[in-house]
């Protein structure tokens, strides 16, 4: 009886051991969404692809972007930095969606010939400028014109899609 007992807890231990994710989680696929930092209101960031994707074939819209309300992100994570964010779990299904930070890398940002502002903190001027807040938008184009030192933000209202153009002085 105490060997069914031995062997019955030493393969209940193995099934539990073998469910669980342990303490370090495996990050090296694809990230779960690529994109701006458009807004950030302490420890959560929002995140918006820059790329639509389209649903239309399958009832849905011809011009979607993905967004996701990110908790847990590091302070050094500024608004205007593009990113690529892994989730420590499954992201809820609301629009944005929320989930957490597993893991996140800034992708370096270009500073243009001749500009003292890297594309990412033109694009932070050009948000903090913007009348934009608790508005969902996505990030068209950022072009530095080193002729009049400038740099040209183009975004998207992903609700209404009405773009907007925003000058940024480089300085």
């Known amino acids: 009886m105490s060997n069914k007992i031995i062997y019955l807890a030493g393969f209940l231990f193995l099934i539990l051991v073998g469910c669980s994710n342990g303490d370090t989680v495996d990050y090296s696929g694809e990230p779960g969404i690529t994109g701006y930092v458009i807004d950030k209101i302490e420890e959560?960031?929002?995140?918006?692809?820059?790329?639509?994707?389209?649903?239309?074939?399958?009832?849905?819209?011809?011009?979607?972007?993905?967004?996701?309300?990110?908790?847990?992100?590091p302070e050094d994570i500024k608004v205007g930095d593009q990113v690529n964010v892994w989730f420590d779990a499954g992201v809820q299904e609301s629009y944005p969606g929320q989930a957490s930070v597993?893991?996140?890398?800034?992708?370096?940002?270009?500073?243009?010939?001749?500009?003292?502002?890297?594309?990412?903190?033109?694009?932070?001027?050009?948000?903090?400028?913007m009348t934009l807040k608790n508005k969902l938008f996505t990030v068209r184009s950022i072009v530095y014109d080193s002729d009049k030192e400038r740099w040209t933000i183009i975004v998207k209202n992903i609700e209404t899609y009405e773009e907007h153009t925003v000058q940024v002085e480089d300085k």
């Open 102 to 129: 597993g893991k996140i890398e800034i992708i370096p940002s270009s500073t243009s010939e001749g500009a003292t502002l890297s594309d990412n903190e033109a694009l932070n001027k050009a948000i903090t400028a």
């Open 44 to 73: 959560s960031i929002l995140i918006v692809n820059p790329e639509a994707v389209d649903f239309s074939e399958t009832g849905g819209k011809e011009e979607f972007y993905d967004a996701v309300w990110a908790n847990n992100s």
